[in-house]
């Protein structure tokens, strides 16, 4: 049985960087396409980047591109998300989850397409 563990989240300051990491244990993640969401505080859960299991596909939202990047690394069973020039907006709690649906660079993510969830972990952006 797949379970999903993020990591990395905390208290960076605005232009920062910070890492996040989900890690997997049950099955290998490449048998699966890997969402990344975010939740801030009153608002619904938003996806903002999935990495496709076939070919590599990859989507970012607006709020995202050219500053976040996603990766897989198989090795270490984890997709990771690289978080580069952080703004206050970017403050909610963080999950990766996933799902068999495919990511399509075109397609935000949704939530119910995907079936297994980690735990969440909070990223908050101060100064």
């Known amino acids: 049985q797949l379970q999903l563990v993020e990591s990395g989240g905390g208290l960076v300051q605005p232009g920062r960087s910070l890492t996040l990491s989900c890690a997997a244990s049950?099955?290998?993640?490449?048998?699966?396409?890997i969402g990344w969401f975010r939740q801030a505080p009153g608002k619904e859960r938003e996806g903002i980047s999935c990495?496709?299991?076939?070919?590599?596909?990859?989507y970012y939202a607006d709020a995202v591109k050219g500053r976040f990047t996603i990766s897989r690394d198989s090795a270490e069973n984890t997709v990771n998300l690289q978080m580069n020039d952080m703004k206050p907006e970017d403050t909610a709690v963080y999950y990766c989850?996933?799902?068999?649906?495919?990511?399509?660079?075109?397609?935000?993510?949704?939530?119910?397409?995907?079936?297994?969830w980690g735990q969440g972990t909070q990223v908050t952006v101060s100064s």
């Open positions: 990495i496709a299991s076939s070919d590599g596909s990859i």
């Open positions: 989850a996933a799902g068999t649906r495919y990511c399509s660079t075109y397609v935000q993510p949704k939530a119910y397409e995907y079936h297994v």
């Open positions: 049950g099955r290998s993640l490449n048998m699966y396409a």
